[in-house]
């Protein structure tokens, strides 16, 4: 059992940037791989960023790569999601999420189905 508690969002202006945590609780943690995926209202969920083998292996959607870095801390439990040069249509509800090691694939990481554990979510608004 996993529990996953993300923190961090906020309101920001275009340009700039936040960060969001992802702290998790439960003992077997070290055997999952995260992800992070967003909702924007009237739209679905979609994946945004992954990572395995303790952040070596990440994963991104076209529309944040080189701006949004996930990583990852084993001994604080705890995954990150560094959002720079954030744009309007990077608002939404921002979501962690937990897959087994053993299922993360480069293909499978972008599968919210495939995700066995989630976050209840931070707002993120980027004002224009």
């Known amino acids: 059992q996993v529990q996953l508690v993300e923190s961090g969002g906020g309101l920001v202006q275009a340009g700039g940037s936040l960060r969001l945590s992802c702290a998790a609780s439960g003992r077997t943690f070290s055997t999952y791989a995260m992800g992070w995926f967003r909702q924007a209202p009237g739209k679905e969920r979609e994946f945004v960023a992954a990572e395995r083998w303790s952040g070596t292996i990440t994963y991104y959607a076209d529309s944040v790569k080189g701006r949004f870095t996930i990583s990852r801390d084993n001994y604080k439990n705890t995954v990150y999601l560094q959002m720079n040069s954030l744009k309007p249509e990077d608002t939404a509800v921002y979501y962690c999420?937990?897959?087994?090691?053993?299922?993360?694939?480069?293909?499978?990481?972008?599968?919210?189905?495939?995700?066995?554990?989630w976050g209840q979510g931070t707002q993120v608004t980027v004002s224009s």
């Open positions: 999420a937990a897959i087994k090691a053993s299922t993360a694939q480069a293909m499978s990481v972008r599968t919210s189905s495939l995700y066995d554990y």
